[in-house]
């Protein structure tokens, strides 16, 4: 399989970190995935997309939930062989996203002036696979990523608004490659899109033994779904999941 980018979290960042399920910083790779289920997915995202998209932040236009209004999704969530490669490229063992708000999402960019592209941010969950359904005559819109910490990003981006062209990486997106990247506590954004548009199915995933490792707080969450109605399947999953498997790291740290 082709690999068209591998940088380590190293590479990203340029230090150690210690939040973080690997030391996978982006892995781009050519995709098996079956180009009519693709098709599927796009031609019913653009038919929903007025009713069903929001942008609530991040100047990002996208459908929440993505997998309940496409189910077809689900079948590229579970495709034979897909969290095989993924957890191999990651370095660990990956799980799709539980949280189902954000567990699957589609994005709309350029096409109209009113669907934006992400201003910077460093993203909720921890791993995330982005796969381009349509690059229309695109220009821009590329992932650019801060090479440094996030903080000290953020810190740059409040007092000149704006990041030194020397510490940004820009990866393009690729027609049937995927983007699986861990962009958690690391800045990036979508780069303007100067023509064209990109239609991309985003595909969240976690570690499997350390679902807690995960920046997506509350406030974060309700940003972009003020209805609170995922409250108690967060809750639920912080309850059985995610504190179980933190304690016994604790318990592991202390034999
Ligand atoms: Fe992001």
Do not use: C
């Not at 000149?160 to 958690?184: F, K, N």
């Not at 933190?246 to 740290?253: C, D, I, K, M, V």
Request: glycine share 6%.
């Amino acid at each position: 399989m082709r690999i068209f980018e591998e940088m380590s979290r190293f590479d990203l960042i340029r230090k150690k970190s210690h939040w973080q399920v690997s030391g996978l910083g982006v892995v781009q790779s050519e995709v098996d995935y079956d180009p009519a289920l693709l098709r599927t997915v796009l031609d019913k995202a653009r038919r929903i997309k007025d009713e069903m998209s929001r942008k609530e932040h991040l100047n990002l236009r996208f459908i929440r939930e993505a997998h309940v209004v496409i189910p077809e999704i689900l079948e590229l969530v579970h495709y034979p062989g897909r969290l095989d490669r993924l957890s191999r490229q990651a370095g660990t063992e990956l799980e799709p996203y539980p949280v189902s708000v954000i567990s699957a999402t589609i994005t709309f960019m350029g096409a109209d002036p009113d669907d934006g592209t992400a201003a910077w941010h460093a993203d909720g969950v921890p791993v995330t696979e982005i796969v381009p359904l349509i690059m229309d005559d695109v220009v821009g819109g590329e992932l650019q990523i801060y090479r440094g910490d996030y903080e000290a990003g953020f810190v740059l981006l409040d007092e000149q608004g704006t990041l030194p062209e020397r510490d940004v990486i820009t990866v393009p997106h690729r027609m049937g490659a995927s983007t699986l990247a861990q962009l958690m506590r690391v800045l990036h954004r979508t780069a303007p899109i100067e023509r064209g548009y990109r239609v991309s199915l985003n595909m969240n995933l976690r570690a499997r033994d350390r679902p807690y490792i995960d920046d997506n707080p509350l406030y974060y969450l309700a940003a972009d779904n003020p209805d609170f109605k995922w409250i108690d399947q967060y809750v639920s999953d912080v309850r059985s999941r995610q504190v179980p498997a933190y304690l016994a790291s604790q318990r592991y740290e202390k034999a």
